[in-house]
């Protein structure tokens, strides 16, 4: 076999166990966290927990009615309260992480990194 052809076949199988799936129920790379706000301003669904990879990029994504900021504990990341808004970041500390309203302290997802 060529140079050529067996670094075609390495970065083909490189890119294939890339893409393989998991069973862990982890939120992978490509998915996103989606915090819905009501009219009223409540979570819909309520609070949850999520899990994400270490290493993992999260998109989380907020949308619909909220007046307060989102905060993302640990990373101390905020998403501002103009509207739908998205915050994307490396899961790159592992532990379990509160997302709440900064303001009113109102709990919204445990984040896992693992």
Do not use: N, W
């Not at 069973?23 to 301003?41: C, H, M, N, Q, R």
């Not at 409540?42 to 949308?63: F, P």
């Not at 009615?65 to 905020?78: K, M, N, P, R």
Request: glycine letters at 14%; a negative charge; charged letters at 25%.
């Amino acid at each position: 076999m060529s140079r050529g052809r067996l670094i075609a076949v390495a970065a083909l199988g490189a890119l294939v166990a890339a893409c393989g799936g998991s069973d862990s129920g982890a939120v992978s790379a490509e998915d996103e966290i989606i915090l819905e706000f009501d009219d009223d301003g409540g979570l819909v669904g309520g609070v949850r927990r999520e899990s994400v990879d270490l290493g993992s990029k999260v998109t989380m994504i907020v949308e619909g009615s909220t007046d307060e900021q989102v905060h993302v504990h640990g990373y101390d990341l905020y998403i501002e309260p103009e509207g739908p808004a998205a915050l994307e970041f490396d899961a790159l500390i592992p532990g379990r992480f509160e997302v709440e309203l900064e303001q009113s302290g109102q709990f919204l997802i445990e984040l896992t990194v693992s």
